[in-house]
């Protein structure tokens, strides 16, 4: 089954200890990415990638890290979370499809509160 | 920068009746998705969008595009209590796959 994974689904954790949420897919697409989801602002891409080794900034990468050292995996790195940071997180990968776009697929999403 | 708005942001409806909700996009596209989403889910694709005048159906949801107007809309007709959830638009850009998202209108469907 196509599907993309996260891992933990949640976690409450501390200001400033270092954390790492987990997505892996299993349809071999090219492009993953991370997004934030807060009240009332939608969602937000956080990092993105467009393959193996290659990452970049989106629209709110403060405090972010990421990396991309296989094709199936994107881990999000919290170096220092902070409560701002405290949010509902969601990966996604996609690849062109044979109609044109990009079809994205979600992962369940990983609910983070910072403390 | 890329804007898309999404209004209203929260609607009532009533159920068997038809709503109409829009979503403007500042930039040129040529990709408009919509999705759904129920409180504590991920997201759930409905339509993808990819022409001027494109229109998809399913169920009681027909999506259509303007981009000459920059403008989708999500007509529901006869709402039922299934349809209350959060919907989102999201407009493509590049030679990417980036999603620039509005921020969503909850429908709430009542009897």
């Known amino acids: 089954e196509a599907q993309v994974t996260q891992n933990p689904r949640y976690l409450i954790t501390v200001t400033g200890k270092k954390l790492t949420v987990t997505c892996s897919q299993n349809?071999?697409?090219?492009?993953m990415s991370w997004y934030r989801q807060d009240p009332g602002l939608g969602l937000r891409q956080i990092y993105y990638?467009?393959?193996?080794?290659?990452?970049d900034k989106g629209d709110v990468p403060e405090g972010y890290k990421v990396s991309r050292k296989e094709k199936r995996n994107f881990p999000l790195i919290l170096e220092s979370p902070s409560p701002n940071q405290t949010s509902l997180y969601f990966c996604?990968?996609?690849?062109?499809?044979?109609?044109?776009?990009?079809?994205?697929?979600f992962g369940p999403g990983t609910r983070l509160t910072v403390t | 920068e890329l804007k898309v708005e999404q209004n209203p942001l929260f609607l009532s409806m009533q159920e068997g009746k038809n709503y109409t909700i829009y979503c403007n996009y500042s930039?040129?596209?040529?990709?408009l998705y919509w999705y759904r989403q129920d409180p504590g889910k991920s997201l759930e694709s409905l339509f993808v969008?990819?022409?001027?005048?494109a229109v998809k159906q399913e169920g009681r949801l027909m999506a259509s595009l303007d981009t000459k107007a920059r403008l989708s809309t999500l007509h529901i007709t006869a709402a039922v209590h299934d349809l209350s959830a959060t919907y989102f638009c999201?407009?493509?850009?590049?030679?990417?796959?980036?999603?620039?998202f509005g921020k969503g209108i909850t429908l709430s469907v009542r009897p």
């Open positions: 996604a990968s996609s690849s062109l499809s044979g109609r044109g776009f990009y079809e994205q697929y």
């Open positions: 349809m071999n697409h090219e492009y």
């Open positions: 990638s467009m393959n193996v080794e290659v990452t």
């Open positions: 930039t040129t596209s040529d990709r």
């Open positions: 969008l990819l022409s001027n005048g």
């Open positions: 999201a407009v493509g850009t590049g030679a990417n796959s980036k999603l620039t």
